[in-house]
């Protein structure tokens, strides 16, 4: 587990790259899934909470959408304190656990809903409609102008008598 210290000048210190970290780079850790704990460069009380809570608090004041509306965080507060507290806590992280569990599942429907309602998408198939129409009535192209040169010079079949007509010779 990465260790970052927390020192009394808001400085944040990563111990096993022995550097000093930003609040950005600490989001990078949890994006990453990489575990880390947040201490108290003094008391070595346990400040990773506190520290998260900042992150997120700067995220929905930077105009990434509000996850925690005011609604959500007045609810949330009221929990506080209620006998129910700890099985909210329970529901919420089992809650969160099984959304990202079908998350990918959820993003591919989310997906094809937005493909079906896209303008452009509909615009793209209504032009591959129309120019599948387009080439049931456009002239033969050079392919099949050979096929025709090549039938015109089969004899053509007498329909009444079922022959073939016989190329006259050149000098006739």
Same mark, same amino acid.
């Not at 949890?30 to 400040?47: M, R």
């Given at each position: 587990?990465?260790?970052?210290?927390?020192?009394? #000048?808001?400085?944040?210190?990563?111990?096993?790259?022995?550097?000093?970290?930003?609040?950005?780079?600490?989001?990078?850790?949890?994006?990453?899934? *990489?575990? +880390?704990?947040? $201490?108290?460069?003094?008391?070595?009380?346990?400040?990773?909470?506190?520290?998260?809570? $900042?992150?997120?608090?700067?995220?929905?004041?930077?105009?990434?959408?509000?996850?925690?509306? #005011?609604?959500?965080? $007045?609810?949330?507060?009221? +929990?506080?304190?209620?006998?129910?507290?700890?099985?909210?806590?329970?529901?919420?992280?089992?809650?969160?656990?099984? +959304?990202?569990?079908?998350?990918?599942?959820?993003?591919?429907?989310?997906?094809?809903?937005?493909?079906?309602?896209?303008?452009?998408?509909?615009?793209?198939?209504?032009?591959?409609? #129309?120019?599948?129409?387009?080439?049931? +009535?456009?002239?033969?192209? *050079?392919?099949?102008?050979?096929?025709?040169?090549?039938?015109?010079? *089969? @004899?053509?079949?007498?329909?009444?008598?079922?022959?073939?007509?016989? @190329?006259?010779?050149?000098?006739?």
């Amino acid at each position: 587990m990465r260790i970052l210290r927390k020192y009394t #000048n808001r400085r944040l210190y990563d111990t096993s790259r022995s550097c000093y970290v930003t609040l950005e780079d600490v989001k990078q850790l949890v994006l990453s899934g *990489e575990n +880390f704990q947040v $201490q108290d460069s003094k008391t070595g009380n346990d400040l990773t909470r506190n520290i998260l809570l $900042q992150i997120i608090s700067e995220q929905e004041a930077d105009g990434h959408g509000t996850l925690l509306t #005011n609604q959500v965080l $007045q609810q949330l507060i009221r +929990f506080y304190g209620d006998s129910m507290q700890g099985m909210m806590s329970q529901y919420l992280e089992q809650s969160i656990a099984a +959304f990202l569990e079908h998350q990918d599942r959820i993003r591919e429907q989310m997906q094809t809903m937005m493909g079906v309602a896209n303008p452009l998408t509909m615009m793209g198939h209504i032009a591959d409609q #129309n120019m599948a129409v387009w080439n049931m +009535f456009a002239p033969r192209t *050079e392919g099949n102008a050979a096929d025709n040169a090549q039938n015109a010079e *089969e @004899p053509a079949v007498d329909a009444a008598a079922g022959k073939a007509d016989k @190329p006259k010779p050149s000098g006739q």
